[in-house]
């Protein structure tokens, strides 16, 4: 763990293992907070401007057993041993990708420009990059996180630290997903940090549409602090089941979960618009949409239409070289005023809301395939009701399946990968089994050795990588992942 001076009080790592748990008290304590955070240092006025955009990178590289002697490392140091393989002669570009906003932000502030980008790193990526001893990366990213000169112009976005997706991950493991990146982002940039990641980013952009999951996938985001999350606009319906309004998707929406005991519960959501490209970023498509958009009222008070778009920060060709292209001018063109303008997630939703807007207003959202089966269910919520109905609809609607839904709706992180999904549930049962007892009378225990290595096996086997190339390496890797993490379960 590379420590900083605004991480010290924090319990340190075992050797050998990323920060992933031991201060979930403390860090609970830090985020569940209601100050406002990008608000009193915003330089945006929002009664002068007519809409606006929001752009985020996704960044991650996973961790594989493929060291020396099968150690842990980031994919990307296996890219850089392994430059002759497919495309890893693209390790060095990736690696500039990582480490490129430290240098484009402080930039374009020097020179009078009022830019905006979020950033969603995963765990895995950030420990990689301990692993390798990139510090020049890291220090890049200490600048924008740590410096508050960069405050208003970059948010960063919390996310599961193996980059699991949410609909397939054990329910009991959504809650260690997020608190272990929590705890790896505060050791790395510290604990004045953290407390400004208020959003969200789901990794692949799955959200869950079984009831009971998204239930408590919510009541997890809201329990480590989150206001808001990123939605793809395929993934939900309004609450009658016809899509979402063209203008629906440019205005917070509030994204409705009710569980199988008929508990509800909710959280913001900003639409990402559009499904998978990369260009949409790289070519700041975004800035050019919101151009086309007017300013709409919610509750009779008149608001900024907002574009939200993600993109991978390093996938691609247009990533790793249109993106500097896209990016960086639009700021200078922007910098003699405009109306339409740069927005981070929350420091748009604290901009409206400051204007009167209380978030119980925004218009109602909820996932895919939820109406068909209240439709069924009714009144009568129970639990067997729930799993009838959807039993009913698996059968009867092919169009119907309690996947989950993502950017990528043509590919699956369930079907033909019950090889990983089966030791995956196995190896968090074994891991609940030996440790929730002895964390429940002894919270300390987050702390040993032994637990936050077992931790590690359980996190690391959901990560999505190894359910998205097909039967191979991948899920070989998997396998001895698996093994691994059972040995130290048992």
Same mark, same amino acid.
């Given at each position: 763990?590379?420590?900083?001076?605004?991480?010290?009080?924090?319990?340190?790592?075992?050797?050998?293992?990323?920060?992933?748990?031991?201060?979930?008290?403390?860090?609970?304590?830090?985020?569940?907070?209601?100050?406002?955070?990008?608000?009193?240092?915003?330089?945006?006025?929002?009664?002068?401007?007519?809409?606006?955009?929001?752009?985020?990178?996704?960044?991650?590289?996973?961790?594989?057993?493929?060291?020396?002697?099968?150690?842990?490392?980031?994919?990307?140091?296996?890219?850089?041993?392994?430059?002759?393989?497919?495309?890893?002669?693209?390790?060095? $570009?990736?690696?500039?990708?990582?480490?490129?906003?430290?240098?484009?932000?402080?930039?374009?502030?020097?020179?009078?420009?009022?830019?905006?980008?979020?950033? %969603?790193?995963?765990?895995?990526?950030?420990?990689?990059? =301990?692993?390798?001893?990139?510090?020049?990366?890291?220090?890049?990213?200490? &600048?924008?996180?740590?410096?508050?000169?960069?405050?208003?112009?970059?948010?960063?976005?919390?996310?599961?630290?193996?980059?699991?997706?949410?609909?397939?991950?054990?329910?009991?493991?959504?809650?260690?997903?997020?608190?272990?990146?929590?705890?790896?982002?505060?050791?790395?940039?510290?604990?004045?940090?953290?407390?400004?990641?208020?959003?969200?980013? *789901?990794?692949?952009?799955?959200?869950?549409?079984?009831?009971?999951?998204?239930?408590?996938?919510?009541?997890?985001?809201?329990?480590?602090?989150?206001?808001?999350?990123?939605?793809?606009?395929?993934?939900?319906? &309004?609450?009658?089941?016809?899509?979402?309004?063209? #203008?629906?998707?440019?205005?917070?929406?509030?994204?409705?979960?009710?569980?199988?005991?008929?508990?509800?519960?909710?959280?913001? !959501?900003?639409?990402?618009?559009?499904?998978?490209?990369?260009?949409?970023?790289?070519?700041?498509?975004?800035?050019?949409? !919101?151009?086309?958009?007017?300013?709409?009222?919610?509750?009779?008070?008149?608001?900024?239409?907002?574009?939200?778009?993600?993109?991978?920060?390093?996938?691609?060709?247009?990533?790793?070289?249109?993106? *500097?292209?896209?990016?960086?001018?639009?700021?200078?063109?922007?910098?003699?005023?405009?109306? $339409?303008?740069?927005?981070?997630?929350?420091?748009?939703?604290?901009?409206?809301?400051?204007?009167?807007?209380?978030?119980?207003?925004?218009?109602?959202?909820?996932?895919?395939?939820?109406?068909?089966?209240?439709?069924?269910?009714?009144?009568?919520?129970?639990?067997?009701? $729930?799993? $009838?109905?959807?039993?009913?609809?698996?059968?009867?609607?092919?169009?119907?399946?309690?996947?989950?839904?993502?950017?990528?709706?043509?590919?699956?992180?369930?079907?033909?990968?019950?090889?990983?999904?089966?030791?995956?549930?196995?190896?968090? !049962?074994?891991?609940?089994?030996?440790? %929730?007892?002895?964390?429940?009378?002894?919270?300390?225990?987050?702390?040993?050795?032994?637990?936050?290595?077992?931790?590690?096996?359980?996190?690391?086997? =959901?990560?999505?990588?190894? #359910?998205?190339?097909?039967?191979?390496?991948?899920?070989?890797?998997?396998?001895?992942?698996?093994?691994?993490?059972?040995?130290?379960?048992?």
């Amino acid at each position: 763990m590379i420590a900083t001076a605004e991480s010290k009080t924090f319990v340190s790592s075992t050797a050998n293992l990323p920060p992933i748990s031991g201060n979930e008290a403390k860090i609970s304590t830090l985020v569940n907070h209601n100050n406002q955070v990008y608000l009193p240092n915003t330089n945006l006025k929002l009664e002068q401007i007519k809409s606006g955009f929001a752009c985020a990178l996704h960044m991650h590289q996973p961790t594989i057993p493929a060291g020396e002697n099968g150690a842990l490392i980031s994919n990307l140091e296996h890219m850089f041993n392994h430059q002759g393989d497919g495309d890893n002669h693209n390790a060095g $570009v990736f690696a500039w990708c990582y480490s490129r906003m430290g240098e484009f932000i402080p930039q374009l502030v020097a020179d009078g420009c009022n830019p905006r980008i979020m950033l %969603d790193y995963s765990g895995n990526l950030l420990w990689g990059l =301990q692993q390798m001893g990139r510090n020049d990366i890291i220090d890049n990213l200490k &600048k924008i996180a740590c410096n508050s000169q960069y405050h208003p112009y970059v948010e960063w976005l919390g996310t599961m630290w193996s980059h699991a997706v949410a609909p397939s991950t054990p329910i009991p493991d959504l809650k260690l997903q997020i608190q272990a990146w929590q705890h790896h982002f505060a050791s790395l940039f510290g604990e004045e940090a953290l407390s400004r990641v208020k959003g969200f980013s *789901p990794p692949e952009m799955h959200l869950p549409n079984h009831p009971d999951t998204l239930y408590e996938y919510i009541k997890a985001l809201k329990d480590c602090g989150y206001r808001w999350l990123l939605v793809q606009e395929h993934t939900v319906e &309004k609450i009658d089941g016809s899509g979402l309004e063209h #203008r629906q998707k440019y205005i917070p929406n509030r994204l409705m979960a009710q569980n199988s005991r008929g508990e509800t519960i909710s959280i913001t !959501a900003l639409i990402k618009t559009q499904g998978s490209d990369t260009k949409l970023v790289a070519q700041m498509q975004p800035y050019h949409e !919101a151009k086309t958009l007017e300013r709409q009222e919610i509750n009779g008070i008149s608001i900024p239409s907002c574009v939200s778009q993600i993109a991978d920060g390093e996938n691609g060709g247009v990533m790793m070289n249109e993106f *500097p292209r896209g990016f960086q001018p639009l700021w200078y063109d922007l910098k003699n005023g405009s109306d $339409v303008v740069g927005f981070n997630g929350t420091e748009y939703l604290e901009l409206i809301e400051a204007s009167g807007i209380n978030p119980e207003d925004y218009p109602l959202c909820q996932p895919i395939g939820q109406h068909k089966i209240w439709a069924i269910v009714g009144n009568n919520i129970t639990p067997a009701n $729930v799993e $009838v109905a959807i039993a009913h609809l698996n059968q009867n609607d092919h169009q119907f399946h309690m996947d989950g839904a993502s950017w990528t709706n043509d590919l699956s992180w369930v079907k033909g990968y019950e090889n990983v999904l089966e030791p995956m549930n196995k190896l968090s !049962a074994m891991f609940h089994q030996k440790y %929730d007892r002895l964390v429940a009378e002894d919270p300390t225990v987050t702390q040993r050795p032994d637990y936050q290595e077992a931790l590690l096996y359980n996190l690391l086997l =959901q990560t999505s990588c190894f #359910r998205y190339w097909g039967q191979g390496t991948w899920t070989d890797y998997a396998r001895e992942l698996y093994r691994r993490g059972e040995e130290l379960c048992q």
